[in-house]
Nanobody
Framework: QVQLVESGGGSVQAGGSLRLSCVAS????????LGWFRQVPGNQREWVAF???????VYAGSVKGRFTISADNAKSTLYLQMNSLKPEDTATYYC????????????????WGQGTQVTVSS
């Protein structure tokens, strides 16, 4: 069973940067689809970025060009480098995985971390 543990959230001013980390145990990160989602209280959870098996990355339009998703296989860790942060990026960020014979699309993520808070002030 995959377990995901995020870290790296915090508070930053607009224009700043943060890097989120997610340690995955139970699976080789090269063999599963991994992604980042975020949620603001009262809103639906939205996907931010995926990294598919084979390394293809996909980004939501709102973060493309500012955020970078990557994986370190040796450390079994998923990262989200967030640059040029905006107040509207404020949310709880979740690491997630697709486990099983499912395609790597937002609706199929079935394993979740506990979340880490990111707050961007103007």
């Amino acid at each position: 069973q995959v377990q995901l543990v995020e870290s790296g959230g915090g508070s930053v001013q607009a224009g700043g940067s943060l890097r989120l980390s997610c340690v995955a145990s139970g699976y080789d990160v090269r063999d599963i689809c991994l992604g980042w989602f975020r949620q603001v209280p009262g809103n639906q959870r939205e996907w931010v970025a995926f990294i598919r098996i084979g390394g293809t990355t996909v980004y939501a339009g709102s973060v493309k060009g500012r955020f970078t998703i990557s994986a370190d296989n040796a450390k079994s860790t998923l990262y989200l480098q967030m640059n040029s942060l905006k107040p509207e990026d404020t949310a709880t960020y979740y690491c997630a995985a697709v486990v099983g014979i499912l395609s790597c699309v937002s609706d199929n993520f079935n394993i979740w971390g506990q979340g880490t808070q990111v707050t961007v002030s103007s």
